[in-house]
């Protein structure tokens, strides 16, 4: 039995203590360990997006990161998005506008487009292109990519109008 | 193989004890160790030490009048550092043709490095940048470390003159002299989500029309992230004009040695190095 | 109940996907994400030869090995034999036939525990010699895959309509050219997996990822040598489909046979890297075109040999010449024409279906030809395809019948929002120029069937519908929900007919023991088929309901309606009584009865007779799509800037899903037109992962600009068409077209990768 080693991070808000295998991924541990299925395990090598959670405000492919990293850091998995209230707007908008068919990749895109849309938040409104570039490590063979970056520049468009954080 | 012991250590200094004996494997962002893990490609060691709680590797600033970047700086923190935006704008350009968002956020520069792809995209505008990597260790009693160039760091695909034992701390290199110019390029068509069929940069000072200080380095053209010394040389002090450029492709095509793989052939990389010293030189003209 | 309701269509309307919120949320648990109580895990050793006979193999480390409850062999099941024409065996015995082949299987406790018993498997081999293309497979002497087969000759095919020798004589032009289209693959995001469980009476549950799961049980039970009728197949949410799911792979009935084996329930899954290696490809086809033409522009006749790599194993890969030949002799009026195909076994991978089925290989030649030829002749594009376009009434060769044929509509309009004729003339003159960038622009235009396919001996579809105490309704339809959105357009035909809220419907469809009968997902055909049932079902249920109204007020049913919940009358939109009242009405009155309908709807369409003539499809659409691309001369990189879609729809039922099922496909057919080729090196796949095998992603995506021609099709449900294929058909050709009308270099074999448009265009060889 190899070793196991006690993390203790912020996990959609919570404080959260697991013990996991050194060499367990991120995406493992959620899936296991939590239950957050959201994410998914769709290439395991980073080069699909569909695993992205924010980590300490900054997205990655869980599937890449090291579970034990996780300790003492802040986490917020699609699972922590919606409130009891309803979808955040991120997800709104993505139903709104028909980005979602198989649906399988889409945890991980709404991820980094709420990541993107925070990072760029105050700035020079995100483009139609720069979207599409946040966007390029989340592989959708569903979509084509246009109703994604419609749902996201809509959000842009919001929250310009309003002045406030939307995503 | 069975972990046997893990730590996180918050110091170079624990870390280089711990590494010592090298036994051990060092995780960092973990992108490209997990799928060198996963794949079998790599095994882990018995130790794992995960240097990411090192707040002393992370960082850009300027020390002893170099740009001095810690290893454990992410390529996120390289794309939106303003310092490195005035001071090197290659390295901002390179590490905006890396990976995706998301690698971004985890890669650390030095892992980039110590990976040792020919394809590595954070080499070659550190290559053309004359930087040299900090290695340190645990001699016993104390910390020592070493500085190598980076042009001498690589030994060939994935081997670098690092010692086990050893941590790459930081990244140094000269703040840029007047009329100095650097440019990169990558292959597409995609933005960035590409292992390079070619890569390359070039920085060089320009004046009255004369080329000099000249430094080219090419990726995935040989078996290490290339310093291509015979164009340089061809480059060295001429009029930039087009038979300058023109023996600069005609140079770099015959000082590559690409291999033919599932990405591109030999013959294209050929055609790309030509295309891209071009293009690079005819930048240099413009700017 | 004073407040008139004024009648609201929500046909044509941009209608959310109602599974969306919930895969927005992460809360959807796709099969991927199951977990049964006692469930194991199962693993599956493929070979490392192509063509290797197995003289032994050694499961008695692995058995031993703590944790692992079953190891399977080929020998321990070696009469079971499954796949459209028999070929293929769940685990192999005797021999292996290509890299995919599954040697032994395993099921253990855990995944980490099933790959070391997986580990610890020795097989011993002996190398036969391989054989990898069709060319060499029908060679005298060359080596056999299957003893049954020593020719090696799989599927052949063969039309011929009018006298071709004869056309080819008094041609004006005759041209001859050949085109080789690549090993694609699905790319699934979610990759393959099944959970199957075994009662104690032997009744087999298998959660799938099928797409056609009624037929699914007829072809998965010989694989298991059990009743087809002992098969319950339960469809959890999938990640992608797009007709890699339409046959049984050996994965499948590995995992029955090892929950057999074990009494408990077994979840298999691949790795990417076994995705891309061991799920079907698109058929890849090599092309002999001959076409003839007069000076006047009018084709006289067309002949096609297609040779098709069989693979290994026989699924529906072999079978596209089906389509492709109803594309080759039907697109564009023909004289004369004729079809051959014929597949040989290799020891390379096989193909399956793949969204487009037969008629992306075919349109990619057909598209390209065209162009051609128009050059040939003197005329554009544009010109050239009006003159030998359908009109409404034509029946192709094949029996196709055009009924209202907007093929000339389709053309004209795109090459109108494009500008197509005046950018065609100018890019053409540029080329004279040696800019480094160059632009192009480009038309392909294809016809699909767009009222389902009577491939099968039914095409049809079943629909149960009812409404509860609540005016809930329940709809019960046969047809699978893979991501393309049934679930909106049968909600919205429930909407339309019942007046009731979209959240007040829901659709069941994922249960073959709750379901009735349906083809499956495929062929363009659920919106029209279950789209026609649901509306049947619909229907009858609105007339039981506006019937007992009238009833209780006194008038007739046809002065009724129903809209927000209510019975109205129609002709002032004045409430009658809330519908769940009168639901409970009827339900609890004197005469009790409970709205329950039912409906079995069976197309118009007819199979093909031996000839392969019949009216296939109960409609024909056709697309024109316009592609404008940048050419940078010096890299070869090809950049889509833009991509004009003009198609027939029918009606738009859902403008959100139509457009999304649209803009789709494009993406997966850029992938084929510029970078998807799995690279296939002496049966080995070279490139398996998301690197090097490269799909589209959001900044290669160019803009799209969609115009729908609303032909109002009679058979169809609310006059709607099937659209889905077309998209994923047409923009590879379109795209080659646009990048010889930049560079005046035509490229036979997509994808039109940096490298080969470089080579091209620097006078190296192609490799």
Partial sequence: MSMEVEINFSLNGIATQAHVPPTMTTLAMLREKFDLTGGKLACGEGECGACTVLIDDRTINACLMFAVDCDGREMQTIEGLASASGLAVMQQAFVDHGAIQCGYCMPGMIMQAKYLVEQNSGQQALTRDDIARGLEGNVCRCSGYTKVVDAVAAVVLEENQTGERAS | ?287 | ?767
């Fill in chain 3, 1 to 767: 109940m004073s407040a008139v309701i004024e009648r609201k269509t929500i046909i044509g309307k941009r209608v959310p996907k109602p599974d969306a919120p919930d895969k927005a949320t992460g809360r959807t648990r796709y099969i991927n994400d199951m977990v049964l109580p006692r469930m194991l895990i199962g693993k599956i050793l493929h070979t490392d030869r192509v063509h290797a006979r197995i003289l032994s193999i050694d499961t008695t480390a692995a058995m031993a090995l703590p944790g692992v409850h079953a190891v399977l062999t080929g020998e321990d099941s070696p009469d079971l034999r499954f796949g459209p024409t028999r070929d293929n065996f769940p685990l192999k015995s005797g021999k292996v036939r290509c890299i995919r082949d599954e040697v032994a299987a395993v099921a253990a406790e855990t995944e980490e525990i099933a790959q070391q018993a997986i580990d610890l498997i020795k097989v011993e081999y002996e190398d036969l010699p391989p054989v990898f293309t069709p060319t060499e497979a029908m060679r005298d002497g060359a080596p056999v895959v299957h003893d049954d087969h020593p020719d090696n000759r799989s599927l052949g095919y063969e039309f011929s309509h009018g006298d071709i020798a004869r056309a080819e004589a008094e041609s004006d032009i005759v041209v001859e050219h050949q085109f080789e289209v690549p090993y694609v693959t699905h790319c699934c995001m979610g990759p393959s997996c099944a959970i199957a469980d075994f009662d104690t009476t032997g009744k087999l549950t298998i959660w799938s990822q099928t797409q056609y799961p009624y037929n699914y049980k007829m072809d998965l039970a010989p694989a298991l040598g059990i009743h087809p009728g002992d098969i319950r197949v339960i469809q959890p949410p999938v990640g992608g489909a797009f007709g890699s799911k339409l046959d049984v792979y050996p994965f499948e009935p590995i995992c029955a046979l090892l929950a057999k084996a074990t009494r408990r329930p077994v979840k298999l899954t691949f790795s990417r890297e076994e995705e891309f290696i061991n799920s079907p490809t698109r058929q890849p086809v090599e092309f002999r075109i001959k076409s003839g033409v007069n000076r006047d522009g009018t084709l006289t006749f067309r002949s096609v040999d297609a040779l098709l790599n069989n693979g290994a194993y026989t699924s529906w890969g072999p079978t596209t010449p089906v389509i492709q030949m109803r594309t080759f002799t039907g697109h564009y009026r023909l004289p004369a024409v004729e079809y051959r195909a014929q597949a040989y076994y290799t020891n390379m991978v096989y193909a399956g279906s793949f969204r487009g089925y037969g008629n992306v290989q075919a349109t990619f030649v057909t598209a390209s030809v065209m162009d051609m030829l128009a050059e040939e002749v003197g005329m554009d594009p544009i010109a050239f395809r009006l003159k030998n376009a359908q009109n409404s009434g034509e029946v192709t060769p094949q029996g196709s019948i055009l009924d209202d044929c907007r093929l000339g509509e389709c053309i004209e309009l795109v090459a109108e929002k494009t500008d197509f004729l005046n950018k065609h003339k100018a890019y053409t003159d540029q080329r004279k120029q040696t800019a480094r960038i160059q632009r192009g622009i480009g038309i392909a235009t294809t016809i699909h069937n767009a009222g389902g396919a009577k491939i099968h001996k039914s095409d049809g579809c079943g629909t149960m519908l009812k409404l509860d105490d609540y005016a809930r309704a329940t709809l019960i339809t046969g047809a699978s929900e893979i991501g393309q959105g049934i679930d909106a357009v049968l909600c919205q035909i429930v909407m339309e007919e019942l007046g009731i809220p979209i959240r007040d419907i829901t659709i069941v469809n994922d249960d073959t023991a709750l379901g009735p009968w349906d083809v499956g997902v495929h062929a363009s055909r659920t919106t029209f088929i279950a789209g026609n049932s649901a509306l049947r079902a619909a229907r009858a249920a609105r007339k039981q309901v506006l019937d007992a109204a009238a009833k209780q007020s006194n008038v007739t049913a046809d002065q009724l309606d129903l809209r927000e919940g209510h019975v109205v009358q129609a002709d002032n939109g004045v409430p009658v009584i809330r519908l769940d009242k009168l639901l409970r009405q009827m339900h609890f009155g004197d005469e009790p009865e409970l709205v329950m309908v039912t409906d079995y709807y069976e197309p118009n369409s007819v199979p093909e007779d031996k000839n392969h003539f019949g009216n296939l499809s109960s409609s024909w659409a056709h697309g024109a799509y316009v592609a404008e691309v940048e050419v940078d001369t010096e890299t070869g990189e090809v950049r889509v800037l833009k991509m004009t879609v003009v198609q027939d729809v029918g009606r738009v039922i859902n403008r959100l899903g139509i457009e999304g099922q649209i803009e789709g496909g494009i993406s997966v057919s850029l992938g084929y037109a510029l970078s998807e080729q799995l690279q296939i090196s002496e049966g080995r796949v070279m490139n398996p992962n998301f690197r090097d095998y490269k799909v589209m992603t959001a900044p290669e995506t160019p803009e799209i600009e969609l115009h729908f021609i609303e032909s109002d099709c009679k058979e169809g449900p609310l006059g709607a068409k099937g659209i889905a294929e077309i998209p994923a058909i047409v923009p590879a050709p379109a795209i080659a077209n646009a990048v010889y009308n930049a560079i005046g270099i035509r490229f036979h074999a997509p994808p039109l990768t940096p490298e080969k448009v470089a080579r091209a265009l620097h006078g190296a060889p192609q490799q």
């Fill in chain 2, 1 to 287: 193989m069975n972990i046997e012991s893990y730590n996180a250590p918050d110091s170079i200094a624990e870390a280089a004890q711990l590494l010592q004996g090298g036994n051990a494997t060092v995780v960092a962002g973990g992108t490209d160790l997990t799928p060198q893990t996963e794949s079998g490609v790599r095994q882990f060691a018995a130790t794992l030490v995960n240097i990411q709680r090192i707040d002393e590797m992370r960082g850009i600033g300027v020390m002893n009048g170099r740009i001095r970047i810690g290893g454990l700086t992410t390529v996120t923190d390289i794309l939106e550092s303003k310092l490195l935006a005035d001071e090197a704008p290659v390295l901002v350009d390179a590490a905006d043709r890396f990976a995706s968002s998301q690698i971004r956020n985890a890669s650390s520069l030095a892992g980039n490095l110590c990976n040792a792809s020919p394809a590595g995209d954070m080499c070659i505008p550190l290559l053309v940048l004359d930087a040299e990597v900090e290695l340190a260790c645990w001699d016993g009693e104390s910390i020592s470390t070493r500085k190598v160039s980076l042009e001498r760091f690589f030994t060939g695909p994935g081997k670098s003159v690092m010692v086990a034992g050893e941590l790459m701390t930081a990244i140094e290199f000269p703040r840029c002299a007047n009329r100095f110019v650097a440019a990169f390029l990558k292959s597409g068509p995609r933005p960035a989500l590409e292992i390079s069929t070619v890569s390359m940069g070039l920085s060089c000072s320009l004046t009255d029309g004369v080329i000099s200080n000249v430094r080219v380095a090419i990726g995935a053209v040989a078996p290490t992230p290339l310093r291509a010394k015979r164009t340089e040389a061809a480059l060295e002090g001429k009029v930039l004009n087009e038979a300058t450029i023109q023996l600069a492709v005609e140079t770099a095509g015959e000082e590559v040695s690409p291999i033919d793989d599932v990405r591109a052939s030999a013959w294209y990389r050929k055609h790309l190095t030509g295309v891209y010293i071009r293009r690079l030189l005819n930048h240099v003209n413009g700017s």
